[in-house]
């Protein structure tokens, strides 16, 4: 199974399998994201991507409503969207 590093900007960082959403692989102890609804509706795993934006999935159209709303910076998603085919480093920006 291939892993990805994901690290976050306040130092931590974790592995997780590629092809799992981070909802799947990231849970409250082991990261600094929190999860709610899971299906990308209600902003609590927001994130901004620091670097990798490669790395993840293209922007879905459900994904980028919600981000309307929600996001007040650029290169924000939705963790809980997330796929990682590659590293990242991300910043916890949810509510």
């Not at 592995?15 to 959403?21: I, L, Y």
Request: glycine letters at 10%; a negative charge; hydrophobic letters at 35%.
């Amino acid at each position: 199974m291939i892993r990805h590093r994901i690290s976050f900007s306040g130092g931590e960082s974790i592995e997780v399998n590629e092809g799992e959403f981070l909802s799947e692989s990231l849970d409250v102890t082991n990261s600094p994201i929190l999860f709610g609804c899971r299906t990308g509706i209600c902003a609590t795993c927001l994130v901004e991507v620091l670097e990798g934006t490669e790395n993840l999935p293209p922007l879905g159209e459900e994904e980028a409503e919600v981000l309307e709303i929600y996001a007040e910076r650029e290169h924000c998603r939705l963790s809980c969207q997330l796929k990682l085919s590659g590293p990242v480093k991300l910043n916890y920006l949810g509510k």
